[in-house]
């Protein structure tokens, strides 16, 4: 099917990098050491969607399984990306900060850059032709990196959103290049600016009944729209990936309006997901800190049984469940001790020893 060989990284979110930059500002009030349960809850309910979207993508071959992944990719990647934003705010530029960036990001960007390129010859894959173009997954690190330095010039803008939203919009009328996925990087600013923006009475009002019962239409309409109808338009509108000239596209009356309507459909998912998520902790809590295990390390595992045949026997909708139960299980398994043990060297490296010792200790 046309989905397994795109490399979609609408795939998870490391949100869990924010929160290790100790830049959270929780829903309630200032920074503070204290995680936030609804967002720890969100972003776990995130990973789960990712990872099931991506061990289904390659076996999408009844309208169910097309219509599950086209709805999740409605959302999933633009609610990571307000949450990050959210979780950004404290990023000034300072030295502690890039430091954290550095450690945090680039140096996963690269190790997993190598990993999945690693894997890609091993089957033949083609590879960009720089590290400087994310490979499937990793586009992510890449954008989260470029997000974060721009988190000073998005406090000094008087309209911050709507002038990210018309970014977005001329960054679906021209070609960008491949460099650090930067068509992704323009085309979903809107959502992290959005985060940026996002304060504690935000959250409040999302918890409201009158909001909540208008969440779960929203979840309805949405996957019903999804069965009947969207499934069948080209994934690239929920990619975000290529611009309305790579697609062909005409700028109107289809394109521009097009890229408005999914940009609504994204932001009212999203605001339903925050509505409905719990805000109490719960037994999943703490898992919401490791997404960025989840992330990084998922993809592995779904290449490698791609390489050995298993999609090859079972698909259908049979091959739905067993693929959606899989997927479940492996965030799981991708959170335990033992796992984060074995894969902390390249999730979290130590590489402290590239940063100015003055600056390491100023921080």
Request: proline fraction near 6%; aromatic fraction near 12%; include cysteine.
């Amino acid at each position: 099917m046309h989905h397994q060989s795109h490399p979609d990284g609408e795939k998870a979110a490391p949100s869990t990098t924010a929160p290790a930059t100790g830049g959270a500002r929780p829903p309630g009030g200032t920074p503070e050491r204290r995680r936030d349960a609804l967002l720890d809850n969100a972003k776990f309910l995130l990973i789960v969607l990712v990872v099931v979207g991506h061990v289904i993508s390659p076996a999408t071959d009844t309208r169910l399984a097309d219509a599950i992944y086209f709805w999740i990719y409605l959302f999933h990647m633009p609610a990571f990306v307000l949450i990050c934003g959210y979780l950004s705010k404290s990023f000034d530029g300072s030295a502690r900060r890039v430091d954290k960036l550095l450690t945090t990001v680039v140096a996963p960007y690269l190790i997993f850059w190598g990993i999945y390129a690693l894997q890609s010859l091993t089957v033949g894959r083609s590879l960009p032709d720089t590290p400087l173009q994310p490979l499937w997954l990793t586009w992510f690190l890449a954008a989260l990196f470029v997000w974060r330095l721009t988190v000073p010039l998005w406090k000094r803008v008087r309209w911050p959103i709507p002038v990210a939203i018309a970014v977005s919009l001329a960054a679906s009328v021209v070609t960008t290049g491949d460099v650090f996925g930067m068509s992704r990087i323009l085309s979903l600013l809107p959502f992290f600016v959005a985060g940026l923006m996002l304060e504690p009475r935000h959250f409040e009002f999302l918890r409201q009944r009158w909001v909540r019962v208008w969440a779960v239409g929203v979840v309805l309409i949405t996957a019903a729209m999804s069965y009947i109808y969207l499934e069948q338009l080209s994934l690239e509108w929920v990619y975000w990936r290529e611009s309305l000239l790579e697609r062909d596209v005409d700028i109107l009356p289809i394109g521009i309006p097009g890229r408005i309507v999914f940009m609504v459909l994204a932001a009212s998912l999203t605001a339903a997901l925050l509505s409905l998520t719990p805000r109490r902790t719960t037994w999943f809590t703490g898992l919401g800190a490791l997404t960025m295990y989840v992330f990084l390390l998922h993809g592995l595992p779904i290449r490698i049984a791609e390489q050995f045949g298993w999609y090859d026997v079972v698909n259908g909708y049979v091959g739905l469940a067993v693929n959606t139960a899989v997927a479940v299980g492996m965030v799981f398994l991708l959170c335990s001790p033992w796992v984060r043990r074995a894969t902390r060297w390249a999730v979290e490296p130590r590489v402290d020893w590239i940063l100015r010792r003055d600056r390491a200790r100023g921080a």
